[in-house]
């Protein structure tokens, strides 16, 4: 009997957790569209239910679903030291991984593919730019979930190894994308890749999508080779940036392979780039993420 008291007393405060973390979540999850139609000027009830525009559909649901990813990372359950600590953590998590989502947005506008002005163009309703808009966010979310999970407190170290760690993997994402730049204009005479994606190739956005969430994975791996500490911070930073690297290329080099063995016989450059295959492109895309989650699986 006082086996089950206890029982039931500790699926009581649990619930009390769950009630916490589920409150907080989906509020953040609803300000996040919001946020969005804010951010771009459009009214986000128009754009979607009048307008129809379903890349900026696809955009916000990426956000939403990154938001989503980030605050996997925040929650702490009935690990936490108390009801105000869990609120708080998830209430500063949230918002803070709400930022970086968009700051990290900011750099793919900016840096990544400065050429493409992805809010103009998801208002032209774009399709190929929202997908790619969500592949970002996704892929920043799972970088922040990573650092999330690898730090130690909530205190103002805490925040800036967060944000650390976000500026190493934003890095890497760039440093991809221009590898995929000079890839696309090697196999297709020069063509830009930017111009390739504004005109609306929702293949390459498909196949891009994939190396970048692959990316995301792979700088992720660095959390299980360090240990949190806030006086080894930059140390740690710099063993992110190695490592994130390294990962980077090794999920590259897999999945060269795999995708040879996947799509054997197949002309990946003729059915994407030129013919804009959606199927191919999904299959490269889902190679991508799958040798990367099985590489990050195997790192922890």
Same mark, same amino acid.
């Given at each position: 009997?006082?086996?089950l008291?206890?029982?039931?007393?500790?699926n009581?405060?649990? $619930?009390?957790?769950?009630? !916490? #973390?589920?409150?907080i /979540? *989906?509020i953040?999850l609803?300000?996040? +569209?919001f946020?969005l139609?804010?951010?771009?000027q459009?009214?986000?009830?128009?754009?979607l239910a009048?307008?129809?525009?379903?890349?900026?559909?696809v955009?916000?649901?990426g956000?939403v679903?990154?938001?989503g990813?980030?605050?996997?990372?925040?929650?702490?359950?009935e690990?936490?030291?108390?009801?105000?600590?869990?609120i708080?953590?998830?209430?500063a998590?949230g918002?803070y991984?709400?930022?970086?989502?968009?700051?990290?947005?900011v750099i793919?506008?900016k840096?990544?593919?400065?050429?493409?002005n992805?809010?103009a163009?998801?208002?032209?309703?774009? $399709?190929?730019?929202?997908? !790619? #808009?969500?592949?970002? /966010? *996704?892929?920043?979310?799972?970088?922040? +979930?990573?650092?999330?999970?690898?730090?130690?407190?909530?205190?103002?170290?805490?925040f800036?190894?967060?944000?650390?760690g976000?500026i190493?993997?934003q890095?890497?994402?760039?440093?991809?994308?221009?590898l995929?730049?000079?890839?696309y204009?090697?196999?297709?005479?020069e063509?830009?890749?930017?111009?390739a994606?504004?005109?609306?190739?929702?293949?390459?956005?498909?196949?891009?999508?994939?190396?970048?969430?692959?990316?995301?994975?792979?700088v992720?791996?660095?959390s299980?080779?360090?240990?949190?500490s806030?006086e080894?911070?930059?140390?740690?930073?710099?063993?992110?940036l190695?490592?994130?690297i390294?990962?980077?290329?090794?999920?590259a080099?897999l999945?060269?392979?795999?995708?040879?063995?996947?799509l054997w016989?197949i002309?990946?450059?003729e059915?994407?780039?030129?013919?804009?295959?959606?199927?191919?492109?999904?299959?490269?895309?889902a190679t991508?993420?799958a040798i990367?989650?099985?590489?990050?699986?195997?790192m922890a």
């Open positions: 009997m006082n086996t008291i206890e029982l039931v007393g500790v009581q405060e649990l $619930l009390i957790f769950l009630a !916490i #973390d589920v409150t /979540a *989906i953040l609803g300000t996040m +569209r946020l139609g804010l951010s771009s459009v009214n986000s009830t128009e754009e009048q307008k129809d525009n379903f890349a900026f559909g955009s916000v649901a956000s679903l990154a938001l990813i980030v605050l996997t990372g925040a929650i702490t359950g690990n936490a030291p108390s009801y105000l600590i869990e708080v953590g998830m209430l998590y918002a991984g709400l930022l970086l989502i968009k700051v990290g947005r793919q506008d840096v990544a593919l400065q050429h493409l992805k809010t163009l998801i208002k032209e309703q774009n $399709l190929t730019i929202g997908i !790619i #808009d969500a592949a970002g /966010a *996704i892929a920043t979310a799972i970088i922040i +979930r990573a650092v999330l999970l690898w730090v130690d407190g909530l205190d103002l170290s805490t800036i190894a967060i944000t650390s976000f190493v993997a890095a890497v994402l760039v440093l991809v994308t221009r995929r730049e000079r890839k204009a090697k196999n297709n005479q063509d830009c890749f930017q111009e994606l504004s005109n609306g190739q929702i293949a390459l956005a498909i196949r891009y999508s994939g190396h970048v969430i692959s990316t995301a994975l792979a992720t791996a660095a299980h080779f360090l240990v949190y806030p080894t911070l930059m140390v740690n930073l710099i063993g992110w190695v490592i994130g390294i990962m980077t290329l090794l999920v080099i999945t060269s392979l795999a995708k040879r063995i996947v016989g002309n990946l450059v059915e994407v780039d030129q013919q804009h295959n959606i199927g191919v492109a999904s299959i490269e895309m991508s993420i990367a989650m099985i590489l990050s699986a195997l």
